[in-house]
């Protein structure tokens, strides 16, 4: 036992270590993978938030500046409104252009007085006609118009007159250190003549977006135009490679804007990119914007550190789960395992015993059978001599009568030995029932004359109520083996002028024979054995039996379908009911 | 189509011609101009006297300009001429007057008007000034030609002032009808002024005492 229990318990250690390596597998690999999930979400919900942040940013700079430029537009469609400007044009006098829109766009383009920023940031720097073809009108005197060197003044000219106002940039050759581009503004000038357009002004003003103004935000902004990129806030080196960045970006998109991250040398930075000037007949121009991701990075790498070590400890409140779940839910397991173990010694040893008991039980049928068989044959010969001394003449009267008792012995003893046979027949399971329909009222009323018959000491008062009509299926020679040992033991355990009761009754598919009489009661301790092979009561030791009556009867009631059952035992009366399956179409011979 | 109870307008030209020339010599000439019809839409608002239409100036409802064209004596007295800024218009639309005619500019509104041109047949800027400027701002034209007259402030103001060399013209009716009277007996041409970019002309003979009858075209 205990060296089939050591293996046993060494294959539920190893049972609990897979069960704890497989919970340890699926719950970190679950907390692993919602962690990372989390953590994607986050990052990608910051990420988000950082470029609605910016967006926004960027939309209100977008705001503030929509509004200057169309005021500025607004104001140059004035201007190009003016009567003498029209007239300088339409009415023959293109001497008179520029001089007439000195005084007309003084407070536009005129000195700066230092007023406010927005003042400012509205004045135009210089100014320009374009003649029909779009070249630019050159002017006599530049005093008060703009200075422009002659190599920037070519670019305000545009391939032919625009119907509508059109947004340009340009980078000036001569440029004054801080601010290279300027933002152009070309309204075009219709002839209220000929409804055509003439002539076209180009404004050119500082643009507000490269001013850089805007606050603390770490947004720095530049411009892209004609594929370089003017981005004061950015060291040379890596502003080339946002140069090249950027130009890929906006050969590979062709969209008007577009975002892109860009890794310099520190941080990563998101830019956006929008062009200033859609649709416009001046070359493409962006505006780029650069914010940088170094906070989002901090943060990410941050959030980075605290899943990780929020991981650990989930790992290691995991790693405790497990093994405290895996402990109990190996525990009944292991109960199960030893409880087997035993089981098995249990089953194995009840085998062995089935198998010795199949043996003896085999051993004892044959015994039986050889026995009956070895016995009836003395009986019979016993027998046959003392009926032939009883025959002659010999005896006297005395011994006789002993003789005649004798041979009623051996009727008793061959009764014995039949049913010893039956028994050993019965066990070897080689006793057939021959089913017939049988009906047990004349059976009954033939025994209960014989049991009238015998010469009786206890003076016995028989109450029978049979129906002439019990038809049974079964053999009617085991029937009345039944019935006989059933009467048999009502008579033999009774009392003087006792009572012996026979009712018989159809009850649905039964035929139930109920046999009581007044004998003494069955202790209850009994009553469980009285239904056993060579059982007989305490009270029966002066009454002739050999214990197998009862045991013999109840087999056979069982071989019929039926049952043999003691219904009721206590000071007044014992009660045995047989039941047999009613033959079906009762009442009517087979 | 034409309003037919607009009648002849006189002209202190015309009358100033009429007193210089001996009464007894004297020769007229009439006629009908076929004056463009005036279905088209103007490009402007209906109001504006001056129209541009294919960077053509006309006056609308269209009238006509005749003149004859020769040398006749200087005019004694040249009577002045007036060019009203009234409802933010110029009022007349077409003022024909001849060469060294002092035009004044009273302005009838409300408001600021600033009459200028800058058409070389005159160049002048009267500036700002409102309806109690006194003295009324005028200027002299003395070059034969057409001038246009802008507003600086109202830009879609626009009147014309034909400047002619001559004494004779007259303005026609709405149905191009026209009669130049108290002309010299002689060969000159007749013009037709009709819009910026139209003149038509024509040689004529006049004979003293007569009345000469020439349509147009």
Not at chain 1, 23 to 29: A, E, I, T, Y
Not at chain 1, 120 to 148: E, K, M, N, S, T
Not at chain 2, 124 to 150: H, I, N, Q, S, W
């Amino acid at each position: 036992m205990s060296a089939k229990a050591a293996p046993a318990t060494g294959g539920v250690a190893s049972f609990r270590r897979r069960l704890l390596l497989a919970m340890m597998v699926v719950v970190s690999g679950t907390a692993a993978l919602m962690l990372l999930f989390i953590q994607r979400n986050m990052a990608q919900a910051a990420r988000a938030g950082f470029q609605r942040e910016f967006a926004a940013e960027l939309a209100a700079l977008h705001a503030a500046e929509d509004v200057r430029h169309a005021s500025l537009a607004e104001r140059s469609r004035v201007l190009a409104r003016k009567s003498r400007i029209h007239a300088a044009l339409e009415d023959g006098a293109p001497e008179l252009l520029y001089p007439s829109a000195r005084d007309e766009l003084l407070d536009l383009a005129g000195p700066d007085e230092g007023g406010p920023r927005d003042a400012a940031a509205l004045r135009a720097r210089y100014y320009r006609f374009l003649d029909a073809r779009g070249r630019v009108i050159r002017p006599v005197d530049a005093q008060d118009i703009g200075g422009l060197e002659p190599a920037d003044e070519v670019k305000l000219a545009l391939a032919a007159l625009p119907d509508t106002p059109q947004t340009g940039y340009i980078r000036r050759g001569g440029a004054d250190g801080g601010q290279p581009v300027d933002e152009l503004i070309a309204m075009p000038i219709i002839s209220s003549e000929s409804g055509e357009t003439i002539s076209a002004l180009v404004l050119g003003f500082k643009p507000e977006s490269l001013a850089g103004a805007t606050g603390d935000a770490p947004i720095s902004g530049g411009i892209l135009l004609g594929g370089r990129l003017d981005l004061p806030t950015m060291p040379a080196a890596p502003r080339a490679d946002l140069e090249r960045a950027l130009n890929a970006a906006v050969a590979a998109g062709g969209g008007d804007a577009g975002e892109i991250e860009f890794r310099g040398p520190g941080a990563p930075d998101l830019v956006f990119f929008k062009r200033l000037n859609p649709g416009s007949a001046y070359p493409a121009a962006y505006e780029v914007s650069v914010d940088s991701l170094a906070a989002l990075v901090a943060s990410q790498r941050r959030l980075g550190w605290e899943f990780a070590a929020a991981g650990l400890l989930v790992l290691a409140g995991a790693y405790l789960a497990s093994h405290v779940l895996s402990r109990r839910l190996s525990a009944p397991v292991e109960r199960l395992a030893v409880d087997a173990e035993a089981n098995r010694a249990h089953w194995h040893r009840a085998e062995a015993a089935l198998e010795t008991t199949s043996q003896e039980l085999q051993r004892s049928a044959r015994f039986s059978a050889d026995a009956s068989h070895q016995l009836k044959t003395p009986v019979t010969v016993l027998r046959a001599g003392l009926e032939g001394l009883l025959a002659g003449h010999e005896l006297g009267p005395e011994a006789r009568e002993e003789v005649a008792g004798l041979v009623h012995q051996t009727f008793r003893l061959a009764s014995v030995i039949e049913d010893l046979l039956l028994l050993s027949r019965l066990d070897a399971g080689r006793l057939q029932i021959q089913f017939s329909r049988v009906n047990l009222a004349p059976l009954l009323e033939a025994l209960l004359d014989d049991v009238g018959a015998i010469p009786d000491p206890f003076n016995l008062e028989v109450d029978a109520d049979i129906p002439p009509e019990l038809w049974i299926t079964g053999e009617k020679g085991y029937a009345t083996l039944i019935l006989e040992n059933l009467l048999e033991n009502a008579r033999k355990y009774n009392q003087t002028r006792g009572r012996i009761g026979v009712a018989a009754f159809t009850d649905g598919e039964w035929v139930v024979v109920a046999v009581g009489n007044t004998g003494p009661a069955i202790p209850p301790s009994a009553q469980e054995h009285i239904f056993e092979r060579f059982h007989r009561g305490a009270v029966g030791e002066n009454v002739p039996g050999h214990g197998i009556g009862l045991n013999l009867a109840r087999e056979l009631a069982c071989l019929h379908g039926g049952d043999l059952r003691l219904a009721r035992s206590d000071d007044t009366w014992t009660e045995f009911e047989l039941r047999f399956r009613a033959a079906p179409g009762e009442g009517a011979p087979p | 189509m034409i309003p037919t109870c607009i009648r002849g307008i006189a002209t202190g030209a015309a009358l100033a011609a009429l007193l210089a020339g001996p009464l007894q010599a004297e020769s007229a000439v009439e006629g009908r101009v076929a004056l463009p019809k005036a279905d088209h839409a103007p490009v402007l608002n209906q109001r504006y006297s001056i129209v541009a239409h294919n960077g053509v100036l006309s006056p609308y409802p269209p009238l006509a300009v005749v003149y004859l064209e020769g040398s006749f004596p200087p005019p004694a007295v040249r009577p002045d001429a007036q060019m009203v800024q009234r409802d933010l218009n110029f009022f007349p639309a077409l003022l024909p007057v001849m060469v060294g005619t002092r035009v004044a500019f009273p302005n009838e509104d409300d408001t600021y008007h600033n009459v200028f041109s800058y058409s070389p047949a005159k160049r002048f800027d009267l500036g700002r000034y409102r309806a109690d400027e006194k003295p009324v701002p005028t200027e002299v034209f003395d070059v034969a030609g057409m001038v246009t007259l802008r507003c600086d402030i109202h830009e879609h103001m626009r009147a014309i002032i034909l400047v002619l060399a001559t004494p004779h013209f007259v303005l026609s009716d709405a149905a191009g009808a026209y009669r130049l009277a108290g002309l010299p007996a002689g060969r000159y041409v007749l013009r037709v002024w009709l819009d910026s970019k139209t003149t038509l002309e024509r040689a004529v003979e006049l004979r003293p005492g007569e009345t000469l009858h020439a349509d147009f075209p």
